[in-house]
């Protein structure tokens, strides 16, 4: 008879787990065959703490996927213990086809083992994790019809996780991390059963499932975004198992050897079920830190020791380069990039200030929020380079590749981050250089220049980076509205992740503002097409000539299969002043005369020429029209004071070279007219800009007048956007600036399949923001279009700090290479082509600037957090970091290891206590 669950059945921690996810139980029914089946198979007792109780998630895991007669059969197994059919009627005195029936049933459903041994089924049970519960969430059947038990699978990690910490002996978790064997291919230490080979050749059956913990995780809504398909790959008995119940695909050893090394090169780590006898497992598990339920005891619980293996990462600091690329992939955040400049004050570069080993482990020294809190550096900062550029290109690294001569890796790594590096190379603003450390010395390193001779590789078909297709997600279909830098940069990241990829753009060549907005003078668009060309060659589809509102409407692309969009339109209309006269034929947009000038179409604007506004593209419209036959001068007039003007120093400087004459701290107050055509502009004195609280309110002279004559005038005051009929009927919400309104990490608007970036949603920003935007965008749409994936645990929070330039020391060696340069082009020659004169450092100029560099960052390892599994060697490709053997420990039997538990809660409980006497003398 079901009994009722009351007060004095129930532990106050596990209340507050488990009554928030599905209620109060107190006075509900319960079903004490299930209680009894659950601590039988947890090997625990009836009234320890340690017991499995009604509504707990052992209890939840089991009750809705077996009835009253199939849970006391199941209660008839017995741990590692094989039985038959037979021998289970015998005891239960049940008919034998009944009982046969059932322990199919519960073999399938995950509440036993089962394989055929001479002919005859056999069955077992195992332990809860790493065992049944893992075997129950590989039911797909069952899942989907009884989700409460992938949500009993993680309370269970929540119920047993803090009662583990400091506690377990290295070596003895039920899981534990196996390094991946090329880091520590070499290692004279290492031993057999730390070879993954070793695991795979032993074996002679072989099967792959989901990732039971992503799976999990997926049904409550909470994936990282690594997906579960093909991940564990099970051995002997276990592999029979799956294939015999239908939870895996039967692969051979070559297979399960492919499937690994395509996780490792896709940044994932292994762990192995550890409970087998010592130095043996029945499964091999592909992991990553945000989604595995054992990397979550040493992330939330900080109980590294029990997963750990038997190394830890180690950095050479004079190798390491501080891209990053070890940092991204660590599972458990131990790697963060920090900095090895010489430092007037000692650098705390701790990342973990207490651990369980000697510390009372209560809830408030967890770290509940390990999924959204990751950090890229240390609290002391890194290279200024990385944290500044928008898209943290790690530029330290790509500089160390070139001074070595390997271009192409080099191109590579800055092509994970940026697809348009050559574009870039060209038209960045370089805020990489605006704080660089060498700066301060004499020049910053020419850090654009550098990376524009690593991108020229992609102006050549022959030689270009084409990236690796990782997955095949081709049956999801991707729409990209505006093919400007953001859309190209969310679609390219896409399709290395096999996505079925269309970009529309309105207008009949790709490129948005690189090509429309920018002069070729800055950019050839033989440029853009070249690194465009690569995106061909990945599978993208461009629908050019096509408005998206007006040919096709989104809801006609839902029909069609597309399954999210980005918008990404770009503010390629300008800003008007609302002017006495602004409507006169020769008042132009700044942003439409540069359109007609990068289409080659034929223009009026002649005579003398007023440009209004102070920013990058007022620059570019003044310098394209001074370059125009018919135009005799060319004037800007903007609010603001020299030093403070929006543009470029370097282009100011460009411009005032190439003839034209800028007017500071003028603000335009009527357009003059005779017989509709346009005179002069009349200006007052702007006295300043902003207020004292930084707000834009010019304040003006009205007695300090003037009047300048002109034929032209054109508006760069800013720009907006045109949405036409893009968004009708999509209640897609706008702020008061008329942007797109997004999530500010996932970038969704508030319509859930419409995702917008770049500047429809931030405004008019540099391209490499564009660029930063798509790439987030892509992990959104990726995660979005598949189940129950997160749009925010487990991603790159791009928390980056610079390093503090004040703290270091003044005397560090440095040599006194000046910075190279191109030739210098005569502003009175180039005024006279609208081809790019800029040149490109040669590579003996290369070898001599990439030696300028100081390399100031330098990765950081915490030992306690690090678990060695050596995902982080994989990814450097300056052999920077290794895995070094810290401990030897094989494993346990599973009947040892309580004892060794014993001696380890009573060692720990010492240092506990002597710490307490004597806080000034921590022990470890």
Same mark, same amino acid.
């Given at each position: 008879?079901?009994?009722?669950?009351?007060?004095?059945?129930?532990?106050?921690?596990?209340?507050?787990?488990?009554?928030?996810?599905?209620?109060?139980?107190?006075?509900?029914?319960?079903?004490?065959?299930?209680?009894?089946?659950?601590?039988?198979?947890?090997?625990?007792?009836?009234?320890?703490?340690?017991?499995?109780?009604?509504?707990?998630?052992?209890?939840?895991?089991?009750?809705?996927?077996?009835?009253?007669?199939?849970?006391?059969?199941?209660?008839?197994?017995?741990?590692?213990?094989?039985?038959?059919?037979?021998?289970?009627?015998?005891?239960?005195?049940?008919?034998?086809?009944?009982?046969?029936?059932?322990?199919?049933?519960?073999?399938?459903?995950?509440?036993?083992?089962?394989?055929?041994?001479?002919?005859?089924?056999?069955?077992?049970?195992?332990?809860?994790?790493?065992?049944?519960?893992?075997?129950?969430?590989?039911?797909?059947?069952?899942?989907?019809?009884?989700?409460?038990?992938?949500?009993?699978?993680?309370?269970?990690?929540?119920?047993?996780?803090?009662?583990?910490?400091?506690?377990?002996?290295?070596?003895?978790?039920?899981?534990?991390?196996?390094?991946?064997?090329?880091?520590?291919?070499?290692?004279?230490?290492?031993?057999?059963?730390?070879?993954?080979?070793?695991?795979?050749?032993?074996?002679?059956?072989?099967?792959?499932?989901?990732?039971?913990?992503?799976?999990?995780?997926?049904?409550?809504?909470?994936?990282?975004?690594?997906?579960?398909?093909?991940?564990?790959?099970?051995?002997?008995?276990?592999?029979?198992?799956?294939?015999?119940?239908?939870?895996?695909?039967?692969?051979?050893?070559?297979?399960?050897?492919?499937?690994?090394?395509?996780?490792?090169?896709?940044?994932?780590?292994?762990?192995?079920?550890?409970?087998?006898?010592?130095?043996?497992?029945?499964?091999?598990?592909?992991?990553?830190?945000?989604?595995?339920?054992?990397?979550?005891?040493?992330?939330?619980?900080?109980?590294?020791?029990?997963?750990?293996?038997?190394?830890?990462?180690?950095?050479?600091?004079?190798?390491?380069?501080?891209?990053?690329?070890?940092?991204? %992939? =660590?599972?458990?955040?131990?790697? !963060? $990039?920090?900095?090895?400049? &010489?430092?007037?004050?000692? /650098? @705390? #570069?701790?990342?973990?200030?207490?651990?369980?080993?000697?510390?009372?482990?209560?809830?408030?020294?967890?770290?509940?929020?390990?999924?959204?809190?990751?950090?890229?550096?240390?609290?002391?900062?890194?290279?200024?380079?990385?944290?500044?550029?928008?898209?943290?290109?790690?530029?330290?690294?790509?500089?160390?590749?070139?001074?070595?001569?390997?271009?192409?890796?080099?191109?590579?790594?800055?092509?994970?981050?940026?697809?348009?590096?050559? %574009? =870039?190379?060209?038209?960045?603003? !370089? $805020?990489?250089?605006?704080? &660089?450390?060498?700066?301060? /010395? @004499? #020049?910053?390193?020419?850090?654009?220049?550098?990376?524009?001779?690593?991108?020229?590789?992609?102006?050549?078909?022959?030689?270009?980076?084409?990236?690796?297709?990782?997955?095949?997600?081709?049956?999801?279909?991707?729409?990209?509205?505006?093919?400007?830098?953001?859309?190209?940069?969310?679609?390219?990241?896409?399709?290395?992740?096999?996505?079925?990829?269309?970009?529309?753009?309105?207008?009949?060549?790709?490129?948005?503002?690189?090509?429309?907005?920018?002069?070729?003078?800055?950019?050839?668009?033989?440029?853009?097409?070249?690194?465009?060309?690569?995106?061909? #060659?990945?599978?993208?589809?461009?629908?050019?000539?096509?408005?998206?509102?007006?040919?096709?409407?989104?809801?006609?692309?839902?029909?069609?299969?597309?399954?999210?969009?980005?918008?990404?339109?770009?503010?390629?209309?300008?800003?008007?002043?609302?002017?006495?006269?602004?409507?006169?034929?020769?008042?132009?947009?700044?942003?439409?005369?540069?359109?007609?000038?990068?289409?080659?179409?034929?223009?009026?604007?002649?005579?003398?020429?007023?440009?209004?506004?102070?920013?990058?593209?007022?620059?570019?419209?003044?310098?394209?029209?001074?370059?125009?036959?018919?135009?005799?001068?060319?004037?800007?007039?903007?609010?603001?004071?020299?030093?403070?003007?929006?543009?470029?120093?370097?282009?100011?400087?460009?411009?005032?070279?190439?003839?034209?004459?800028?007017?500071?701290?003028?603000?335009?107050?009527?357009?003059?007219?005779?017989?509709?055509?346009?005179?002069?502009?009349?200006?007052?004195?702007?006295?300043?800009?902003?207020?004292?609280?930084?707000?834009?309110?010019?304040?003006?002279?009205?007695?300090?007048?003037?009047?300048?004559?002109?034929?032209?005038?054109?508006?760069?005051?800013?720009?907006?956007?045109?949405?036409?009929?893009?968004?009708?009927?999509?209640?897609?919400?706008?702020?008061?600036?008329?942007?797109?309104?997004?999530?500010?990490?996932?970038?969704?608007?508030?319509?859930?399949?419409?995702?917008?970036?770049?500047?429809?949603?931030?405004?008019?920003?540099?391209?490499?923001?564009?660029?930063?935007?798509?790439?987030?965008?892509?992990?959104?749409?990726?995660?979005?279009?598949?189940?129950?994936?997160?749009?925010?645990?487990?991603?790159?929070?791009?928390?980056?700090?610079?390093?503090?330039?004040?703290?270091?020391?003044?005397?560090?060696?440095?040599?006194?290479?000046?910075?190279?340069?191109?030739?210098?082009?005569?502003?009175?020659?180039?005024?006279?082509?609208?081809?790019?004169?800029?040149?490109?450092?040669?590579?003996?100029?290369?070898?001599?600037?990439?030696?300028?560099?100081?390399?100031?960052?330098?990765?950081?390892?915490?030992?306690?957090?690090?678990?060695?599994?050596?995902?982080?060697?994989?990814?450097?490709?300056?052999?920077?970091?290794?895995?070094?053997?810290?401990?030897?420990?094989?494993?346990?039997?599973?009947?040892?290891?309580?004892?060794?538990?014993?001696?380890?809660?009573?060692?720990?409980?010492?240092?506990?206590?002597?710490?307490?006497?004597?806080?000034?003398?921590?022990?470890?």
């Amino acid at each position: 008879m079901p009994k009722k669950q009351t007060k004095t059945n129930f532990n106050k921690s596990e209340r507050f787990n488990f009554a928030l996810t599905w209620g109060d139980v107190d006075g509900r029914e319960y079903r004490q065959e299930i209680v009894d089946l659950a601590n039988k198979i947890g090997r625990t007792k009836a009234g320890t703490s340690r017991e499995a109780i009604p509504f707990g998630p052992e209890y939840y895991a089991l009750a809705p996927i077996l009835d009253e007669y199939q849970a006391k059969m199941a209660i008839h197994l017995e741990f590692r213990k094989k039985l038959s059919a037979e021998d289970v009627a015998k005891a239960s005195g049940e008919p034998y086809e009944k009982v046969k029936e059932t322990l199919d049933y519960i073999a399938w459903a995950g509440v036993a083992f089962v394989n055929t041994i001479d002919g005859v089924d056999m069955y077992w049970q195992d332990i809860f994790v790493p065992g049944h519960l893992e075997l129950i969430n590989n039911n797909k059947e069952l899942v989907a019809k009884h989700p409460e038990v992938a949500e009993a699978f993680y309370y269970f990690g929540s119920k047993k996780g803090p009662m583990a910490a400091g506690i377990m002996p290295v070596g003895g978790g039920p899981m534990r991390v196996l390094p991946i064997e090329r880091s520590i291919d070499g290692n004279s230490r290492k031993a057999s059963y730390e070879e993954l080979s070793k695991h795979l050749n032993e074996a002679e059956v072989f099967s792959v499932s989901d990732c039971s913990c992503r799976t999990s995780r997926e049904e409550m809504g909470e994936g990282c975004g690594h997906l579960k398909e093909d991940m564990c790959v099970q051995l002997g008995h276990a592999a029979e198992y799956y294939i015999k119940t239908g939870r895996g695909r039967e692969i051979t050893r070559e297979e399960a050897f492919e499937i690994i090394k395509r996780a490792e090169d896709n940044g994932l780590m292994h762990s192995i079920p550890n409970l087998d006898e010592p130095g043996h497992t029945h499964a091999i598990c592909n992991c990553c830190g945000c989604g595995c339920y054992a990397m979550r005891l040493a992330n939330e619980f900080v109980n590294n020791d029990i997963v750990r293996s038997n190394y830890k990462s180690v950095v050479d600091e004079d190798k390491c380069v501080a891209c990053g690329e070890c940092v991204d %992939v =660590c599972p458990t955040n131990a790697l !963060r $990039l920090g900095q090895k400049l &010489c430092s007037k004050e000692p /650098i @705390d #570069e701790k990342m973990i200030k207490t651990t369980p080993r000697n510390t009372e482990w209560t809830q408030d020294k967890w770290n509940s929020d390990y999924r959204v809190n990751r950090k890229n550096t240390l609290d002391s900062g890194t290279a200024p380079c990385i944290t500044n550029c928008p898209a943290h290109i790690p530029v330290q690294g790509y500089v160390k590749l070139a001074s070595q001569g390997r271009y192409t890796e080099a191109l590579e790594l800055i092509k994970k981050h940026n697809p348009f590096p050559a %574009v =870039c190379g060209r038209v960045c603003p !370089r $805020l990489c250089e605006e704080d &660089c450390t060498r700066g301060d /010395i @004499d #020049e910053a390193v020419a850090v654009d220049d550098i990376k524009k001779f690593i991108a020229e590789q992609d102006l050549n078909k022959d030689v270009r980076y084409i990236p690796r297709i990782r997955h095949d997600y081709s049956d999801k279909k991707i729409a990209m509205i505006g093919g400007g830098p953001s859309g190209l940069t969310c679609a390219y990241d896409l399709a290395i992740d096999g996505y079925d990829v269309t970009v529309f753009e309105k207008e009949n060549k790709l490129g948005g503002m690189l090509t429309f907005g920018i002069p070729s003078y800055r950019l050839e668009k033989d440029v853009i097409e070249a690194e465009i060309a690569v995106l061909r #060659e990945m599978g993208i589809q461009f629908e050019t000539g096509v408005e998206v509102g007006k040919d096709v409407s989104i809801q006609e692309l839902r029909d069609k299969g597309f399954h999210a969009f980005y918008v990404a339109i770009g503010a390629g209309s300008g800003r008007k002043l609302r002017l006495e006269g602004e409507e006169a034929s020769e008042v132009l947009s700044g942003v439409d005369f540069l359109r007609t000038i990068n289409l080659s179409e034929p223009t009026n604007v002649k005579g003398k020429v007023v440009v209004i506004g102070g920013g990058n593209v007022a620059i570019d419209v003044a310098r394209s029209a001074v370059r125009l036959d018919r135009v005799v001068q060319t004037d800007i007039f903007c609010l603001e004071a020299r030093e403070n003007m929006p543009a470029h120093a370097e282009e100011v400087e460009e411009a005032l070279e190439e003839d034209v004459k800028i007017n500071n701290s003028w603000g335009p107050t009527r357009i003059i007219t005779e017989n509709g055509k346009v005179t002069g502009v009349e200006f007052k004195r702007c006295l300043f800009v902003f207020d004292a609280d930084g707000r834009f309110n010019p304040q003006f002279d009205a007695d300090d007048k003037k009047i300048v004559e002109c034929d032209y005038v054109l508006l760069s005051v800013g720009q907006t956007f045109n949405y036409g009929n893009l968004l009708e009927g999509e209640g897609v919400k706008l702020t008061k600036r008329n942007t797109i309104e997004v999530d500010h990490v996932s970038l969704q608007s508030s319509k859930a399949d419409i995702f917008a970036g770049g500047d429809v949603a931030s405004g008019p920003r540099l391209a490499i923001d564009a660029i930063a935007a798509g790439k987030e965008a892509a992990v959104s749409i990726h995660r979005f279009v598949q189940k129950g994936q997160s749009l925010v645990f487990g991603r790159d929070t791009h928390s980056y700090k610079v390093l503090d330039k004040d703290n270091l020391t003044e005397n560090q060696g440095y040599d006194g290479t000046v910075r190279q340069r191109t030739k210098h082009i005569n502003g009175k020659e180039s005024r006279t082509t609208f081809k790019d004169l800029r040149g490109t450092l040669t590579e003996e100029q290369i070898k001599k600037e990439t030696a300028r560099c100081l390399g100031c960052g330098a990765t950081k390892t915490e030992e306690y957090l690090c678990v060695g599994c050596g995902a982080c060697t994989l990814k450097c490709k300056f052999e920077a970091i290794k895995l070094e053997k810290i401990y030897d420990v094989k494993g346990y039997e599973i009947d040892d290891l309580p004892k060794a538990v014993i001696k380890k809660a009573a060692s720990r409980k010492a240092k506990i206590m002597a710490n307490k006497i004597n806080p000034f003398t921590k022990t470890r």
